[in-house]
């Protein structure tokens, strides 16, 4: 669905930069915007966001993990340069 979102916001002329990144094996909410090294934060993250929790939300333990990882530099890369 990120890929329609994507598509459609270049389709209608959306002028801000709009970036896409899928993560291979990573459900609906990786809970990307945490610092994993915040011990609060690591511990939500693990009560939340594993498959056992919410299977729901599809992904793996291993796949969150990796999209989290890469996504939280991304993040605060796009908002620097956006904001």
Known sequence: MADQIA?????KGFTFT???D???DAGHGFFAAHDSSDPW?????QR???PAAYPEMGGTADGNA???????SK???FLHAHM
């Open 18 to 20: 709009v970036e896409n």
């Open 41 to 45: 934060f690591a511990a939500l993250y």
């Open 66 to 72: 990796a999209a989290q990882r890469d996504s939280w």
């Open 7 to 11: 598509t459609r916001l270049r389709d």
């Open 75 to 77: 993040t605060l890369s």
């Open 48 to 50: 939340l966001m594993t």
């Open 22 to 24: 899928v993560y291979p």
